[in-house]
C-alpha cells in the first residue's frame, strides 16, 4: 500500500498508539512516526522495542513537521495536551485523537488549535483490557470500525485521507457527529462496562460466596466481567466523567429494565422473562452475523483474553 502521510507523530505510547504504530508499518502507510509519552519510563520501553521510529522529549518535538497528529492519550489529558502542541503544528496538518468519548473532547481540543490545522476526531472501536507501551499489536483494528467525526461536507479531503489510514489499517470507517457517537458508545460500551464493574464488585462484597468459588466458577458468566473490570481505571474514568448525560440517560433505562426484571422474578411470571431473553438472543445474533464477533462457546478468545 502507499504512504499516506509522510510524516506522523503519535502523542501517547500506549495500547491505542502503539497498535497504530504496528498497523502502520504493516501496511506501509506512514514515512516516519514520531511518538512521545509522559513519562521517561514508556518513552525507555518505546524506544527499546522500536514502537515508533523516533521517539521525542517532548509533545511539541513529536510533532513538529508531522503531516498527522494523533492524540492517543486519556480523554481527561486531551485539552492540555493540545495547548502543549498548538505552537508547534505544521500549517496544513490534520490533527486527530482516538478518545472513547468525543462531543468532551472537541470542546477541550478544538479552542487551541490554529486555523491552520483540520481537526478530525476519530475512535476505533477496538481495545483490549491491556494497557502501556508493551499491550499493542498490529490486528487490534482488523475488522473493527473506526468512527470519524464529521458533517459529511467540511474538510472533505483530510477526512477522506484519514479515512484511507484507517482502512489501510484494517478497520471499517463510519461518519457521523459527536452526539450520536457518545448516544451510540454509551449503550453498546460504556454502560456495559459500568455494569462489569457493578457485578465484580459485587461478587468482591458477598462474603457468602468465597473469593476461590468465584475464580473456580466463574466461567459461568462471571469471567467476562472481570475481563471488561480489569481495564484501564484512568482512561474510564475519564470515559464517565466525560460522557455523564448519555451514560446517565442509559443507566436509567438500564435500571428500569432490571426492576422490571426483578418483578417478573418475584411474580414468577415466566412469559415476560422467556420473550425478553428471546429478543436479546437475536441481538447477539445480529452481531455474530455482522462478523463482529464468534459464536464459539469462549468468544474466539485465547485463554489470556
Ligand atoms: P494507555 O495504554 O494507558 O496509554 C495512554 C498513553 O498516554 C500512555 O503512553 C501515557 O504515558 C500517555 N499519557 C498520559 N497522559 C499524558 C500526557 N499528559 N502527555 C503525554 N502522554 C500522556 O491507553 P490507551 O488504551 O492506548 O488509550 C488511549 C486513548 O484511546 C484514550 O483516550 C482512550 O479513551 C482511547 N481508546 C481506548 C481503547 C481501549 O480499549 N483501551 C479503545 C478505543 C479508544 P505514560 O505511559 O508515560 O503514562
Known amino acids: 500500500m502507499a504512504v499516506i502521510y509522510q510524516r506522523v507523530a503519535l502523542i501517547g505510547l500506549g495500547l491505542i498508539a502503539g497498535s497504530m504504530s504496528l498497523a502502520m508499518r504493516r501496511a506501509g502507510l506512514a514515512g516516519e512516526i514520531t511518538g512521545y509519552a509522559r513519562s521517561a519510563e514508556t518513552r525507555a520501553i518505546a524506544t527499546e522495542t522500536g514502537l515508533v521510529d523516533r521517539v521525542c522529549e517532548s509533545a511539541a518535538a513529536a510533532v513538529e513537521g508531522a503531516d498527522l497528529v494523533v492524540l492517543c492519550v486519556p480523554v481527561g489529558v486531551m485539552g492540555a495536551v493540545a495547548a502543549e502542541i498548538a505552537p508547534a503544528l505544521k500549517a496544513g496538518a490534520t490533527v486527530s485523537d482516538v478518545g472513547s468519548v468525543k462531543r468532551a473532547v472537541i470542546e477541550a481540543v478544538a479552542p487551541h488549535l490554529p486555523d491552520t490545522v483540520d481537526f478530525i476526531p476519530a475512535h476505533p472501536l477496538a481495545g483490549t483490557e491491556h494497557s502501556g507501551p508493551r ?140 420473550d425478553y431473553f428471546t429478543r436479546t438472543r437475536a441481538i447477539r445474533r445480529g452481531i455474530i452475523d455482522a462478523g463482529q464477533d464468534t459464536a464459539a462457546p469462549n468468544f474466539g478468545r485465547g485463554s489470556k483474553g
Open 135 to 274: 499491550s499493542g499489536f498490529a490486528e487490534l483494528f482488523d475488522n473493527r470500525w473506526c468512527i470519524l467525526i464529521s458533517d459529511g461536507v467540511r474538510n472533505r479531503p483530510a477526512v477522506d485521507r484519514l479515512r484511507a489510514l484507517w482502512e489501510g489499517m484494517g478497520a471499517h470507517v463510519d461518519e457521523m457527529d459527536a452526539d450520536h457517537h457518545d448516544l451510540v458508545l454509551a449503550v453498546t460500551s460504556h454502560t456495559p462496562h459500568l455494569i462489569a464493574y457493578t457485578m465484580v464488585g459485587v461478587a468482591d462484597d458477598l462474603r457468602r460466596v468465597t473469593d476461590s468459588e468465584v475464580i473456580k466458577y466463574s466461567a459461568a458468566g462471571f469471567r467476562d466481567f472481570t475481563r471488561i473490570a480489569a481495564s484501564d481505571p484512568t482512561m474510564w474514568r475519564d470515559v464517565f466523567l466525560n460522557n455523564k448525560d448519555a451514560t446517565l440517560e442509559i443507566l436509567g433505562r438500564f435500571t428500569e429494565e432490571l426492576f422490571a426484571l426483578q418483578r417478573a422474578i418475584r411474580l414468577g411470571d415466566g412469559d415476560h422473562l422467556h
